[in-house]
């Protein structure tokens, strides 16, 4: 019954929604403090009425908002948006990535990539991280390739690479093949590429709503690159389903722009808590990779990641562990709240 193209088909697997108790959920690198005030009026100013009609299919108020918080030279018409950067992806993945030669991304990275790649028929080689576990540049880019994507921060190791590295991995990249940077992260610490894309025709860079603009639930995220990539997006969507961002998800995205400073603090209270917990971690003999996302990487030897994900699960807290060779005695930890890490630190620590 079912057509012979979904037996191949791995899906993507989510990081666990129990609810046989109150977990402290540190397993899916969510925003442990609340959208913003602007948000919330947003919302209640909502008229349900509005929802009789379809949304504005190519999100202009929203992608006008965006334009004015992201800066850098950024307009309308480098924008587009989509229902999660989840689904930007997929249409990234459509319209720009052909199946005559390989797409490269690194050996250990965002788990969504493969399974995008298997969807649309594409294949893949994956270049092996460099010995301190950052994405080698070199390696991407090396050999032939349709194009090339990474997240920056990486995930699930938090490592960020510098723009300097960046901008050469464009210099020695055909300027006629995407590159993808992926900044899910971005906003706890490393520096965006947005300020390339004035040189580099061929740049697309990812952001997301669900990490540090605190709503993962709304599902909002966007690509940011020139025109004509933005507009091959637009077409391929449009191919698909002409209204990806509903309308209150478009009025509560738009408001959120108007809120810079307070998630600001809050992605900046994230980052320090986060640097508290590393530190406590290594001052008890663990390996915590150098974090500039809302998550850590880290790993106690002797034990298994699968041994410490039971550990904190015991003592009320899902984090994450990747049964990955190479990677399996490690666990990906979010950055909740203060107190919250500070219990999870003593369970750990006693390990
Ligand atoms: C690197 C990276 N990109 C994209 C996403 C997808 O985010 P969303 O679809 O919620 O916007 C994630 C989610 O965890 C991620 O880790």
């Excluded at 319209?95 to 969504?112: C, G, I, Q, V, W």
């Excluded at 603009?213 to 698909?240: D, H, M, Q, W, Y």
């Excluded at 930890?333 to 500070?342: C, F, K, Q, R, Y």
Aim: net charge negative.
């Amino acid at each position: 019954m079912l057509a012979k193209r979904f037996s191949d088909l791995k899906p993507y697997v989510p990081g666990e929604q129990p609810r046989d108790r109150a977990y402290v959920k540190l397993n899916a690198n969510e925003n442990p403090y609340p959208p913003s005030e602007a948000v919330r009026d947003a919302i209640s100013r909502f008229d349900a009425d509005a929802l009789r009609f379809y949304p504005d299919p190519d999100a202009s108020e929203l992608r006008d908002a965006l334009a004015s918080m992201l800066g850098h030279g950024v307009t309308r018409d480098m924008i587009f948006a989509g229902n999660g950067s989840d689904e930007v992806l997929s249409f990234v993945f459509y319209a720009f990535f052909d199946s005559d030669r390989p797409l490269r991304f690194p050996e250990h990275t965002y788990s969504f990539y493969p399974v995008y790649a298997g969807y649309y028929g594409i294949t893949v080689e994956k270049a092996p991280l460099a010995s301190d576990w950052s994405v080698d540049l070199e390696a991407l880019a090396s050999g032939d390739s349709t194009g090339l994507i990474f997240p920056n921060p990486n995930a699930p190791t938090g490592i960020y690479v510098g723009l300097d590295r960046v901008r050469s991995l464009l210099d020695s990249y055909p300027s006629d093949r995407v590159v993808v940077v992926d900044e899910a992260y971005i906003d706890f610490g490393g520096e965006t590429a947005l300020s390339l894309l004035s040189e580099y025709p061929n740049l697309v860079i990812i952001r997301t709503f669900s990490k540090s603009f605190c709503f993962a639930g709304a599902r909002l995220g966007f690509a940011v690159a020139n025109p004509p990539l933005i507009e091959a997006l637009f077409t391929v969507k449009n191919s698909f389903n002409h209204f990806p961002v509903d309308a209150l998800t478009q009025k509560i995205g738009a408001a959120a722009c108007g809120d810079a400073p307070y998630y600001r603090r809050i992605n900046a209270e994230i980052a320090q808590t986060r640097d508290r917990f590393a530190a406590g971690l290594r001052g008890a003999g663990w390996e915590v990779l150098p974090s500039l996302a809302n998550f850590v990487f880290a790993r106690k030897r002797p034990h298994s990641g699968r041994r410490v994900y039971e550990r904190a699960r015991e003592a009320g807290f899902l984090i994450r562990h990747f049964d990955y060779p190479g990677i399996s005695d490690f666990v990906r930890i979010s950055v909740g709240l203060p107190a919250d890490m500070e219990r999870l630190s003593a369970v750990l620590t006693g390990l």
